[in-house]
């Protein structure tokens, strides 16, 4: 077992990893894992990855989940680097590629973040599970949910793309249709999970969904031969998965398997709804809600 302890991003605090966490407790930031990387170091060795199976879990002692726990899988990760030639050439770049997350579980890397925190939740005894989700989070939780045996609430803004909500009933979940945004979402699990006994699963607000999120950095950096690209294009909602990148870039050089150069990260957000660009702009170290945010999205997607 490899996990060491979970800590506050904020204030440092520790907490323990043995019983179900949410926020820190003394300030409400978010916790992260901690892995103890000396001790992981010595069991695993970039050699031997390319032997395991294709999937997030051959970087088993760099996730959370203790030694004796189950895994709640799907066969996500492992996903395809594709060379984008042509699309390259049309915009002036010689070496673009595009990490294939469609091909996980449930079409998104979501899936990758699921995977990690349901099998955390399970082991650590949660039995009702609760998200807000706008369309990707809630079909992942709904598929793994449903394959570790627990109840699954969704929380969806009542404009969700018809498809993902059929998703989510279709794999088992509660769905609850919310007049509001995402956020509204989140309010209303909030207010209801200490009554219900849900575990709240929102992005961020739990410690392992980055965990799963953080393999996409070890995949890109494995994939492309522990040589990290120059830049990182992401398609960003909350920003977990870029967090997750920048955290597995930091373990894989303390273990020794990059070194110190970074790509440039670039958060892409459609710009009716762009906190993180906003609060990057504006030179901002949190992102603050976005009020009325709408990207048009559904409507696109309703006529397409
Ligand atoms: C397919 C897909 N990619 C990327 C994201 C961004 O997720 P996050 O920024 O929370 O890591 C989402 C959801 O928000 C998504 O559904
Ligand atoms: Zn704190």
């Known amino acids: 077992m490899f996990l060491s302890h979970l800590e506050?991003?904020?204030?440092?605090?520790?907490?323990?990893?043995?019983?179900?966490?949410n926020l820190c407790t003394s300030c409400h930031k978010p916790l992260f894992a901690i892995v103890d990387l000396a001790k992981a170091g010595r069991a695993l060795t970039r050699e031997v990855l390319p032997t395991r199976e294709k999937s997030l879990w051959r970087y088993r002692e760099l996730l959370p989940l203790p030694s004796d726990a189950e895994t709640v899988s799907l066969g996500e990760g492992g996903t395809p680097l594709l060379g984008a030639t042509?699309?390259?050439s049309e915009l002036g770049l010689s070496n673009l590629w595009i990490k294939d997350e469609s091909q996980n579980p449930t079409q998104s890397?979501?899936?990758?973040?699921?995977?990690?925190?349901?099998?955390?939740?399970?082991?650590?005894?949660?039995?009702?599970?609760?998200?807000?989700?706008?369309?990707?989070?809630?079909?992942a939780l709904a598929a793994y949910a449903a394959r570790a045996g627990l109840e699954a609430h969704i929380f969806m803004p009542r404009d969700t793309p018809h498809a993902n909500i059929i998703e989510c009933r279709e794999l088992g979940a509660r769905v609850a249709l919310v007049d509001g945004l995402i956020t509204d979402c989140g309010v209303e699990i909030s207010r209801r999970k200490a009554a219900e006994g849900w575990f709240d699963m929102s992005t961020l607000k739990e410690p392992y969904r980055v965990e799963g999120?953080?393999?996409?950095?070890?995949?890109?950096?494995?994939?492309?031969?522990?040589?990290?690209p120059d830049v990182i294009l992401y398609p960003t909602g909350g920003g977990t998965g870029l967090i997750g990148m920048w955290k597995a870039f930091d373990e894989i050089e303390a273990l020794g398997w990059i070194g110190k150069k970074r790509p440039r990260m670039f958060s892409v957000q459609a710009t009716g709804c762009a906190p993180v660009v906003r609060a990057f702009e504006n030179g901002d170290s949190t992102a603050a809600e976005f009020p009325e945010a709408n990207t048009g999205v559904d409507r696109q997607r309703a006529r397409g």
């Not at 925190?117 to 609760?130: D, P």
């Not at 995949?219 to 492309?224: I, K, P, S, W």
């Open 213 to 228: 999120k953080k393999t996409l950095g070890y995949e890109l950096a494995e994939q492309f031969d522990w040589q990290l």
């Open 86 to 88: 042509r699309f390259g």
């Open 109 to 139: 890397f979501k899936a990758r973040g699921m995977a990690v925190a349901v099998s955390m939740a399970k082991y650590l005894g949660a039995t009702k599970l609760a998200v807000p989700s706008a369309g990707n989070a809630g079909g």
């Open 8 to 21: 506050c991003t904020s204030c440092g605090l520790r907490h323990e990893w043995s019983h179900l966490q």
